[in-house]
C-alpha cells in the first residue's frame, strides 16, 4: 500500500506522457500555486486559460458553497428547472449579440464542440467539416477527428469522414472545399496550441461569407479566447464577426468542469424534436458549476479591468526581448514565446520552476512556452517575472 500521493499518483492514475511536470500541488491562490513543500509559483498558465479571475476567488468559494447547501445533480440537463442554470444562462447571454440568444451547458469543451457538430449536422442536412491545420477542439472522436497531425488521429481512425482542413488565413484554398457538403466550419480565432496565431479579419469575414452563401454554420471555439483572455470579453468582439454557434468551455466553470454551445433559438429547437433529445447529458451544466461560473463571470465584469489585460500582454511583448527570443506572438493575455528549439523551452521550463515561475509548452508548438496567466496579474508581477525570465535565458546555456 503506498501512502505518498506522488507515487500513488505513478502508480493509480493513467499517464498521459513519458515525463509529466507532477508539480506536488497543496494550494492555489490569486496567481500562485503552491506546492507540498510550501514554495509557491507565479501561475503563467492558470489551468490552460481556466483561471482567469486566478484560483479560490473569495465570492466564486462562496457561490459554490451556497450552491452545495441548495442542492447539487437531481436531474439530466434539459428537464428540470434548476435555477442557477438558468440564471447563468440568461447572464451569457444578456454579454452576447442578439442572434446567440440559447444556451446548451454541457461537460467540457469537447462535448460542447461534439454537441455544437451535431447541431451543424442536423440543421443543414451536411455532414462535412471545415477545420485549421493545427487547430485543437478537444480529444474525444468527433473533435479529434478535427485535428489535422496524424500522429495524434492515426492510432484512432477511422474517425469522422468528410474533414477539410485549410491553413489559418489561407483565404484562397476556400475555393477548393466542396461547400455543398459542408454543415459547419469549426475555427479557433487565435489558434491557441499551434502557438497563439492570430486569424485576420479578412480570413473571418472570407468564411462568414461562405456560410452564408452556402448555408454552413460558422461555429467560433471560444473555449480558450473566452472570457476576457485576449483583452475583449470574447476573441470575436474584435472583428465584429458574429458566428452561427459560439463553444465556450474553460474559464465558463470558474474553475469547476463546464462547456456550453450558444446558438440562435430557432436552430437549437432542432434538438428537441425528429429526434427528441438530440444531445443527451446527465452533468452538463452541473449546478456547482454554474454557481462557480455565474460567480466568476460578476468578478469579471466588475473587479477585472479588461482593458488592463491589454496593457499587461503589450508590457511582456514589449520586456522580452532577448537574443535568444525569436518572437512573442497573441492577443492580450494569450501568448506564446517563440525561443530557437523545443530544447531550449524544455531547459528554461525547468529553471522558472526553480525560480517559482510556472509555465509549459504548447501541444502544436513545442519552441514556445506559455504566458497565459490570471487576467489578474499586476504590472509588478510581470515586471518582477520577465527580469526572471530574461535572467534564466543568459544562463540557459550553463545548464
Ligand atoms: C481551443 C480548445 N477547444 C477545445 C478544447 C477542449 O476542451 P476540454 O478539454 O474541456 O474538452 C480545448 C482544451 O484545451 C481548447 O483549448
Not at 442554470?85 to 442572434?99: D, M, R, T
Not at 452563401?213 to 464577426?241: P, S
Not at 479588461?306 to 520586456?319: D, S
Amino acid at each position: 500500500m503506498l501512502s505518498n500521493p506522488k507515487a500513488q499518483f505513478f502508480q493509480y492514475l493513467a499517464q498521459t506522457s513519458p515525463e509529466p511536470m507532477a508539480l506536488e500541488i497543496a494550494s492555489a491562490k490569486g496567481n500562485y500555486l503552491v506546492d507540498t513543500q510550501g514554495k509557491s509559483y507565479l501561475d503563467l498558465i492558470a489551468g490552460i486559460s481556466v483561471c482567469n479571475i486566478g484560483h479560490q476567488h473569495p465570492r466564486v468559494v462562496q457561490a459554490i458553497e451556497a450552491q452545495l447547501h441548495q442542492h447539487l445533480h437531481v436531474m439530466v440537463y434539459g428537464e428540470v428547472v434548476q435555477g442557477i442554470q438558468s440564471k447563468y444562462g440568461q447572464a451569457i447571454v444578456e454579454i452576447l449579440p442578439h442572434s446567440l440568444d440559447n444556451v446548451y451547458f454541457t461537460n467540457s469543451g469537447a462535448e460542447a464542440i461534439d454537441a455544437a457538430m451535431k447541431l451543424a449536422k442536423r440543421v443543414t442536412g451536411k455532414f462535412g467539416f471545415v477545420a485549421q491545420s493545427n487547430a485543437y477542439h478537444g480529444s474525444t472522436q468527433a473533435p479529434l477527428s478535427l485535428m489535422s497531425d496524424p500522429y495524434f488521429t492515426d492510432p484512432y481512425k477511422p474517425l469522422l469522414g468528410s474533414v477539410y482542413f485549410i491553413n489559418q488565413n489561407d483565404t484562397d484554398s476556400l475555393d477548393y472545399i466542396p461547400w455543398n457538403t459542408i454543415a459547419g466550419v469549426v475555427v479557433e480565432l487565435i489558434q491557441a496550441e499551434k502557438g497563439t496565431t492570430v486569424a485576420t479579419a479578412e480570413f473571418l469575414a472570407a468564411l462568414r461569407k461562405r456560410c452564408d452563401e452556402h448555408c454552413a454554420l460558422l461555429i467560433f471555439d471560444e473555449i480558450q479566447t473566452g472570457f476576457g483572455r485576449t483583452g475583449a470579453m470574447f476573441a470575436f468582439q474584435h472583428y465584429n464577426i458574429v458566428p452561427d454557434v459560439l463553444v465556450l468551455g474553460k474559464a465558463l466553470g470558474g474553475g469547476l468542469p463546464m462547456g456550453a454551445m450558444i446558438a440562435g433559438k430557432h436552430l437549437m429547437q432542432q434538438l428537441s424534436y425528429n429526434p427528441v433529445l438530440g444531445h443527451i447529458t446527465t452533468f452538463g451544466g452541473h449546478p456547482l458549476s454554474a454557481a462557480a461560473g455565474n460567480a466568476a463571470l460578476e468578478v469579471l465584469q466588475s473587479e477585472v479591468d479588461i482593458e488592463e489585460v491589454k496593457r499587461m500582454g503589450l508590457l511582456f511583448k514589449q520586456l522580452l526581448t532577448h537574443p535568444l527570443i525569436v518572437s512573442v506572438d497573441g492577443v492580450g493575455l494569450l501568448l506564446s514565446v517563440k525561443l530557437p528549439s523545443s530544447e531550449f523551452v524544455l531547459k528554461l521550463i525547468k529553471l522558472l520552476l526553480k525560480q517559482g515561475i510556472f509555465t509549459d509548452w504548447f501541444l502544436f508548438a513545442a519552441d514556445r512556452f506559455r504566458i497565459c496567466p490570471p487576467l489578474t496579474i499586476s504590472e509588478v508581477e510581470v515586471l518582477n517575472c520577465c527580469q526572471v525570465i530574461l535572467a534564466e535565458l543568459n544562463n540557459i546555456d550553463k545548464n
